[in-house]
């Protein structure tokens, strides 16, 4: 007989163990350990080892598609910027028959150092928005299904954090990532029961980073110091032209105005007919 413990009385059950002895005890009493030792146990320490109809089965792990999401073509202008990125499509890659037309897909865009951390969502409440990346360091988003990911599918380009206009507040908004990085992704398949399957993560994907302009260090060459006093002289000259042809221009419009005041006088003739006088008549008395 398997050693263990069996209870007596109307319902009997037998309770495996590892000690040496068979000890017969009934509900609400205590068995005894097979160490010899005295000591006594309940009979509900072992139920845990019982298989119980009413307790709910674990779920189950989501399927591993042994995908490695990578970053597009090195010719695709835009392929990584100061806050994107652009992704190859993971084409044909959700034909499991564990995967469904109406399953969701996501993209999990996460720190590399939060992938460990990293706990797929258990429902639609639990998915973090992209306000939460500083401080769970990833979120989900580019929501999907698996039509669009066949081999003819509708989208061209997975570009990460293109939209400008969603709220970072709003679950899936593919809101423009806030650093340099490094980022890595990997694709995750829901249902409303949970995690249906995922992908690996990808490698670290480091954005551009805007650079402050630096001047040249070290000595400048014979050439470049002629080229620069020349066009140092000239400048020079040009500007002495300017000058005085501004001068002579504001002199000469100066001399050419007239000036009038009431202090100037002017001359009047006088005219004398010879109607005005008349010449006294010969003879006259």
Sequence with gaps: MPMGHRVAGKA????????????????????????????????????????????????????????VPQLSNDTLAGRLTLSTFTLEQPLGQFSSHNISDLDTIWLVVALSNATQSFTAPRTNQDIPAPANFSQRGYYLTLRANRVLYQARGQLHVLRVGNDTHCQPTKIGCNHPLPGPGPYRVKFLVMNDEGPVAETKWSSDTRLQQ???????????????????????????VLLTVLLAVLIYTCFNSCRSTSLSGPEETGSVRRYTTHLAFSTPAEGAS
Excluded at 20 to 28: A, K, M
Excluded at 36 to 65: D, F, Y
Excluded at 216 to 222: D, F, I, L, N, R
């Design 210 to 236: 805007a650079q402050a302009l630096r001047a040249v260090p070290g000595p400048q060459s014979p050439g470049t110091v002629v080229i620069i006093a020349i066009l140092s002289i000239l400048l020079a």
């Design 12 to 67: 009997s059950w037998f309770i495996p163990d590892l000690t040496s002895q068979e000890v017969p005890v009934t509900w609400g009493s205590h068995v005894k350990s097979g160490s010899g030792r005295g000591e006594t146990r309940a009979v509900g320490a072992w139920l845990p080892h019982l298989a119980s109809p009413l307790c709910p089965p674990l779920p189950a792990a989501p399927e591993h598609i042994s995908y």
